[in-house]
């Protein structure tokens, strides 16, 4: 599963590009946010998404988690979201 990873700064919409190409190709993606600010872009992106790719008729179901991830050698709790596309 293709995992994209999200920072506070990152760009929704150029993340939500991603997301859909990766959802055309894979039917699923992993997106990964670390902090409120990444959560905040990451659900903006997949709400974006979703308005990319409902004129194709394929829908979104996003499942969120937990992950534990490391950074700079530090473990992190991470949100995930799962996307698959139906």
Sequence with gaps: MEV???SAKSQPKSVAGALAAVLRSNN???VQAVGAGAINQ???A???????VAPNGIDL???PAFAEISIEGQ???AIKFIVESR
Aim: proline share 0%; charged share 25%.
């Design 4 to 6: 994209l990873k999200v």
């Design 61 to 63: 179901v996003v499942v």
């Design 75 to 77: 473990d992190r709790t």
């Design 42 to 44: 990451a659900v903006k």
């Design 28 to 30: 699923s993606a992993e």
């Design 46 to 52: 997949i709400a974006i998404t979703r308005g990319f």
